[in-house]
């Protein structure tokens, strides 16, 4: 049982850097074009 929650810490905190990272790559892209539309 200890396996599969260290399984499902690694699970989770892979996804969340993965969710971060898209979301940081979003804002750049987004940052960019809301700086060329102002």
Request: aromatic fraction near 8%; avoid cysteine.
């Amino acid at each position: 049982r200890d396996n599969i929650k260290n399984a499902l810490a690694v699970m989770t905190m892979a996804i969340s850097i993965l969710m971060i990272a898209v979301i940081a790559l979003t804002f750049t892209e987004t940052g960019s074009t809301y700086q060329y539309m102002l």
